[in-house]
């Protein structure tokens, strides 16, 4: 079956748009993942969705930046007023429910704020 | 002190050799534990995963876990170009699954 799947592969922006990345799960996976990597700080947990429960969004690193799952599938990530420091790739994983589930990644979004 | 660490490398050897990576963690109540290879502009892809103490053999590759010493270790036997990546280790360390990783260990093979 199909990974998980990101879209876009590359996003170029000013500084101060918003943009949108996109998640597509793993079919059957009920838990979703965002995560950030870029140079300096590694690979970064952001936001984390199981089924119908509310988000954990303890890794946001500001309000600036906001997701949400519809339908218990497909997942946007939003980041409003985008900075240079935002500059990173935008990883996104999905696992089954149950605790220490394998993740699954997609490639990522890769963001470059000009 | 972070919650997991990892040498960054970058460890080049020749082909044929065996490949010795490792991490550190801090909290002793860790008890999952992966690795993961990621290639150039792909995304992290599972290559082992272990729960508690002991070794776990798959392929060329054997994870081992000392709960003791708060160590794991990834080893990759008869290593080809074609392993040339970044290592990662990653530690559910929180409610929810979320995954703690190490910086990540840059592996050459050279032929």
């Known amino acids: 079956g199909a990974g998980v799947s990101q879209s876009p592969s590359n996003k170029v922006t000013e500084k101060g748009k918003d943009v949108e990345l996109r998640c597509d799960p793993i079919?059957?996976?009920?838990?979703l993942y965002w995560y950030r990597q870029s140079l300096g700080q590694g690979l970064e947990f952001l936001i984390y969705?199981?089924?119908?429960?509310?988000?954990?969004k303890s890794g946001l690193p500001s309000d600036r930046f906001s997701a949400e799952r519809t339908g218990g599938s497909v997942s946007t990530l939003t980041i409003q007023r985008t900075q240079q420091e935002d500059s990173a790739v935008y990883l996104c994983?999905?696992?089954?429910?149950?605790?220490?589930?394998?993740?699954?990644f997609g490639d990522g979004t890769r963001l470059s704020i000009l | 002190q972070k919650e997991v660490e990892q040498d960054p490398g970058p460890l080049s050897v020749p082909e044929g050799a065996i490949v010795s990576l490792n991490c550190t963690y801090s909290?002793?109540?860790?008890?999952?534990f992966m690795w993961y290879r990621q290639y150039s502009r792909k995304g992290p892809e599972l290559l082992m995963y272990?729960?508690?103490?002991g070794n776990k053999e798959d392929g060329r590759f054997t994870a081992q876990v000392d709960k003791s010493s708060k160590y794991i270790s990834l080893f990759i036997r008869d290593s080809q170009p074609s392993d040339s990546a970044t290592y990662l280790c990653?530690?559910?360390?929180?409610?929810?699954?979320?995954?703690?990783f190490g910086g990540g260990t840059r592996v050459l093979v050279k032929p």
């Open positions: 990653a530690i559910p360390t929180a409610a929810g699954n979320k995954l703690t």
């Open positions: 994983a999905s696992s089954y429910a149950n605790s220490n589930q394998p993740q699954h």
């Open positions: 272990t729960y508690s103490s």
């Open positions: 909290n002793s109540a860790f008890q999952y």
């Open positions: 079919s059957g996976h009920t838990a």
């Open positions: 969705f199981q089924g119908n429960s509310a988000p954990d």
